[in-house]
């Protein structure tokens, strides 16, 4: 008996629902993920997490008065600065372009304080803090991690950070502080984002985990000495960002499977 | 292999969505294959729903009783798929016409699922023949695998048209692998014949047929047209069909000029034999293709063909007779550099030579001789209409879909024995059957003896030539 092949314009002497040895060449794919590369991965949604704390913590410092705007203003600009110059070899703006950026931004922020100041006078606080919240807690999810998901989108996700800001800064008592408090918003909403994409590209694994462990310090310190009570909020935020969720993930990702075969569509190859 | 056999005579009945005066691939399937089985000796009637003012029953070539039932479609020429309102419509039809065999055709296709299903639970058999490819990674089809698991997780046997299309149905609706058979599609290869005189001696001409959408990879062809364009001054093009990405070519057409490519719009599938022998070269661009009978009319007609090497193409035709590239533009242009060269150099095979060897190739009579095996095996199967037989079968398809089958299963069987009572089977008048005698128009497949007596040897293979120059297909169909 001649040996089967799989074509059909042979006419073969076996049966037409026979099972041939080269049957189902399908190739399961599936990702393999660790424990460690989901926890890498997870470590931005920390640092979002941080950048939302840090944003609070200085509004309760500032309200309360036990901060100054000015010390306020010193550490963006400090932390700006040193910013700019790590990154400056990846824009492709000139110099004299970002500075001019930045003043058109300083400028704006001062004109708009006393009107921010006076935005929400007539809203409860509680309103104010539960807005806050929602909108934070959407920016978080809408930031860009770097998954290509449908829920992505940096423009949004910026967008409520300013307006969370800016709800947060209309309860202030001065102009300067709501001032020291947008500034310090546009920096942690615009550029934080910039930076950290850049720390994960273009430093390395290493030093991008220091980076982590830097910001969580920075913001565990800034908790405990205005805002002891959104400690627990901190905590439970790290053990689920970077414990329960990552280990669910690689338990999970056993179970997905995607199979490829011949019928599927050929991609066309863009030179 | 001559076998004598008592044939038995099988009362098929094919349903799907999508039938005449609908055009298209499975539409011609469907005559085509019931037209060789009514010369067979079967009885097969046809099931689709309206179409327009088209109601009723009608009566097609030699027999074939179309009952275009008034179920209006839902969604792109599909019925609501609603699994127990046609139960009294499709049983009265089962019961009168004496079906034993139940064919639906096309995935795509709810009527042909649920006339399916119906037929299980009247103790009927069923047959699927799968006409498409399903990929695994979107959403929709993730959906239509779903359904289509749960439709096939008790039907008797499976019908595909090549080995991907069996690996792709096994592995999307989890079949058994035994229960699925290969049988290629077919075409008229009497119409498909060479005429050499018909091309231009001085130039090359590249023809391409397909419907001109994403699938069929036209975004590959203006760059390859541009290419070739400029490299050969002597080969044109001819792009025949029509569909959203026309605009491309239309701009490849206002930069290249209306003499190299020529856009002929949509092509009704008589006259595309037309098309084919004024040319040299047959370029097919498709990017998924379960079978392809594009570049099988293109041979036959004694073009050489260029093709992707995608899904079952490979399977189609022998190496000798095509020559196969990736789906990109680079090596398209470069396989069909080597086909304008071989034509430039006449080291081309002689166009006769490639119709005599497709010609016995995929032929109606051979697919019908094969899909008649499939019912004979069907037939022996043990087809009990119990209820307890019937809810374990479901178990396979999972927790959610599987309880749902089984609640839906047993709400049919009791509908149907609500329809026991209120319209007995034997109130239920038996349509008479065609007049034997009228249908012997045969395709050539079987000697007029042995139609007389059923007891003889059939006779299959080379088709009868005396016989066949009568026939003249009467289906038309749209080019893909």
Redesign the interface.
């Known amino acids: 008996m001649t040996e089967w092949s ?5 006419k073969q ?1 076996y ?3 026979y ?2 040895d080269s ?2 060449r ?1 190739s399961k794919k599936r990702r393999e993920v660790t424990y460690g590369q989901a926890f890498y991965s997870a470590t931005a949604v920390t640092q979002e997490i941080c950048s939302c704390l840090i944003l609070v913590a200085v509004f309760c410092g500032l309200s309360e008065g036990h901060m100054k705007a000015a010390g306020v203003l010193t550490f963006t600009a400090v932390l700006g600065v040193t910013g700019y110059f790590i990154t400056r070899s990846q824009l492709r703006s000139s110099a004299r372009d970002d500075i001019k950026l930045v003043c058109f931004y300083v400028a704006l922020i001062s004109c708009a304080s006393p009107v921010v100041k006076s935005l929400t006078g007539s809203v409860a606080t509680d309103t104010i803090n539960a807005c806050t919240t929602a909108l934070l807690l959407l920016r978080i999810v809408h930031q860009d991690y770097g998954a290509l998901v449908a829920i992505v989108n940096p423009t949004v996700s910026h967008n409520l950070g300013v307006f969370a800001s800016v709800c947060l800064a209309s309860r202030l008592g001065s102009d300067r502080d709501v001032f020291a408090l947008m500034t310090l918003a546009v920096a942690l909403f615009a550029l934080f984002p910039g930076f950290r994409k850049y720390c994960r590209t273009k430093l390395g694994t290493t030093l991008d985990l220091f980076f982590t462990i830097v910001v969580v310090t920075v913001t565990a310190a800034g908790l405990w000495l205005y805002a002891i009570h959104l400690m627990p909020l901190l905590a439970f935020a790290l053990v689920t960002c970077n414990g329960i969720i990552p280990a669910l993930f690689v338990a999970l990702q056993r179970h997905k499977q ?12 863009d ?1 | 292999m001559e076998a004598k056999v008592k044939k038995q005579r099988h009362v098929i009945c094919m349903v799907s969505d999508f039938f005449y005066p609908n055009v298209g691939g499975v539409e011609e399937h469907i005559f085509q294959l019931s037209q060789c089985l009514l010369g067979r000796g079967h009885k097969v009637i046809v099931l689709t729903h309206v179409y327009g003012d088209r109601r009723g029953v009608r009566h097609m070539t030699n027999g074939l009783k179309v009952y275009y039932l008034p179920i209006q479609p839902f969604y792109s020429q599909s019925v609501l798929p609603t699994f127990i309102t046609s139960i009294p419509l499709l049983r009265n039809i089962f019961v009168r016409e004496r079906v034993t065999i139940i064919h639906g055709h096309s995935a795509f296709s709810t009527m042909a699922h649920e006339a399916m299903n119906l037929a299980r639970a009247m103790g009927l058999k069923s047959v699927f023949t799968d006409h498409s490819l399903f990929g695994f990674a979107d959403m929709s089809a993730i959906v239509t695998n779903n359904f289509l698991a749960i439709s096939l997780a008790d039907v008797n046997h499976c019908i595909c048209v090549s080995y991907v299309g069996k690996e792709n149905t096994v592995l999307r609706a989890n079949v058994d692998q035994e229960k699925v058979s290969v049988i290629p599609n077919a075409l008229d290869t009497q119409v498909f014949m060479p005429d050499p005189d018909q091309r231009p001696k001085d130039k090359i001409n590249v023809i391409v047929m397909s419907r001109l959408q994403y699938r069929k990879g036209v975004d590959l062809q203006p760059e390859i047209i541009r290419r070739i364009c400029s490299r050969y001054p002597q080969v044109n093009f001819i792009i025949g069909g029509d569909g959203p990405k026309r605009s491309i070519l239309e701009e490849v057409r206002d930069e290249v000029g209306s003499d190299r490519l020529e856009l002929l719009g949509a092509v009704p599938h008589a006259n595309v034999h037309g098309v084919l022998v004024k040319g040299h070269i047959f370029l097919n661009t498709s990017l998924t293709e379960a079978f392809c009978i594009a570049i099988c009319e293109a041979v036959c007609s004694g073009l050489q063909v260029v093709s992707t090497n995608v899904g079952g193409i490979p399977e189609v035709l022998p190496s000798r007779l095509i020559l196969l590239a990736h789906p990109n533009v680079d090596s398209l242009t470069q396989i069909l550099d080597v086909a304008i060269q071989r034509e430039i150099s006449g080291r081309r095979i002689d166009p006769w030579a490639m119709h005599r060897e497709m010609r016995n190739l995929y032929t109606w009579p051979d697919v019908a001789r094969r899909t008649e095996v499939v019912y004979d095996k069907v037939r022996g199967e043990e087809s009990s209409a119990d209820i307890y037989q019937r809810i374990p079968r479901y178990k396979k398809c999972g927790l959610l879909a599987g309880w749902f089958m089984m609640f839906l299963v047993t709400l049919q069987f009791l509908l149907l024995k609500i329809c026991d009572r209120i319209w007995p089977v034997e109130d239920i008048d038996i349509a008479p059957d065609y007049p034997e005698g009228n249908a012997e128009w045969s395709y050539g497949e079987i000697d007029l003896n042995s139609r007389r007596h059923t007891n003889s040897t059939l006779v299959n293979g080379a088709p009868r030539i005396s016989k066949l120059g009568q026939i003249r297909p009467t289906a038309r169909r749209r080019i893909r």
């Open positions: 799989r074509v059909l314009w042979k002497p049966p037409d629902n099972v041939g049957f189902l399908v995607n199979i490829y075969g011949p019928w599927d569509e050929a991609q066309i190859e030179k």
